[in-house]
């Protein structure tokens, strides 16, 4: 594990997955503006930088500073990797209603889904758990517009990672990890904090190119269709005075390093933007 990945898990035990001021990233003063303090304004530059890139992208973005949301060309598709927030919240769940703690099987298998987008864990943990209670879980949290499937057969039509989803339900998953009370504040933690000790390799997108200083926590999914290349993500990221909840879902035909550059300065703009609350 990285230095800075070491930094940001002990940032997230020290109490980061509260609902205070500090603990959601307040205390610090903001990054000098980056000349975007409008809705208008960052709908305008993620259109302009959009308009320079091959495919579809859109995200949606919670300000815990005010609660406002940020909604640009809000999408639907296949979530891939990212929809393993959702199943370990699901085991979550599941052990918090038995009165017991995850096991020692079950927390190896949660670190290498979060951390290295392991497939094999995750088929191990939806099989367990059952995609009918992921289901249900997903229902709770309020994420309507989402599709669980249950397969494990890689890229078969049933398979997991083919699950559908909107920017709109992956923030309120975020959401809920954050500021909610679905999941003990112990159990909150221990997925934020898994999400916050992502392989380096997998940390693009909301957390590309961040000062050292933000804490971000992350899963990212990612794979081919015939109409191109996914690339999706969702975290929280807080720090230089912000505190966000945010969600991307994007297609391109120019396969997944040119989408990983797309994703990524998406990302930037929005962090650059929310130096102050948009008006």
Known sequence: ????????????????????????GLGAPPAQAAGVDTVAGLTAALDGYMATRSGVAGLVVRDNRNGHYFNWRPRTQQTH????????ATTLKVAQDRGRA???????????????SDNDATNALI??????????VAEQLGMTS?????????????WW???????????????HLVLGTYLSPGRRAYVRDLMSAVTSTQTWGLGDGLPDDVHVELKNGWGPRADGYRLNGLGHVSGRGRSYQMAF????PNGYSYGQGTVNRLSRIVFDALDVPLR
């Open 1 to 24: 594990m990285s230095a800075h990945a070491v930094d940001r898990r002990r940032l997230l035990l020290g109490g980061s997955a509260g609902v205070g001021l500090g603990a959601l």
């Open 249 to 252: 879902l994007s297609r391109t």
């Open 102 to 116: 995850l096991t020692s099987t079950q927390k190896s298998w949660a670190s290498r889904m979060i951390r290295f």
């Open 81 to 88: 990797s990212a929809i393993k927030v959702l199943i370990l």
């Open 127 to 136: 099989t367990q758990v059952g995609v009918r209670r992921c289901r249900a």
């Open 146 to 158: 989402t599709t669980v499937l249950g397969g494990t057969v890689f890229r078969s039509s049933s």
């Open 161 to 175: 990672g083919h699950s559908t989803s909107t920017t709109r339900d992956l923030v309120q998953l975020m959401n």
